[in-house]
């Protein structure tokens, strides 16, 4: 009986790493962002790399989000970019808080929704 509980759990752990690495990889990747304060608010540019297949499976959205996970500002991407990777795409007039010395960017893709990793962002004043 604790063979067969083992090889169960061993199984079950096998599956779980096997999907939990399948949709991690599948996953927006944010490579980079540069940020402008441009005017009261912040000019954001994201350069996001995804396995884009096509309208079944694209990055399609980035956020930028202050340090409780408020959204400051999203950005959607109305397409794939299947030939074009990694691509960069900016957002202007993101109002952040006085005071903000660092926000968060995080990507999300038309299959696995928002990536729970978050990349922290300097905004220098």
Not at 29 to 47: H, I, P, Y
Not at 85 to 105: A, K
Request: glycine content about 8%; some cysteine.
């Amino acid at each position: 009986m604790t063979r067969l509980i083992l090889r169960s759990t061993i199984f079950s752990l096998a599956c779980a790493t096997f999907i939990g690495t399948a949709a991690f990889a599948d996953a927006p990747e944010v490579l980079a962002v540069e940020t402008q304060k441009s005017g009261m608010g912040w000019r954001f540019d994201v350069t996001i790399k995804h396995n884009d297949t096509g309208w079944d499976h694209y990055a399609d959205a980035w956020e930028v989000l202050d340090q409780d996970g408020n959204r400051l500002g999203l950005r959607k991407l109305a397409h794939p970019h299947v030939e074009e990777q990694p691509f960069t795409r900016s957002l202007s007039s993101v109002m952040v808080p006085d005071g903000t010395r660092v926000v968060y960017v995080r990507a999300s893709c038309s299959k696995g929704g928002w990536k729970s990793n978050t990349v922290a962002v300097e905004l220098k004043h």
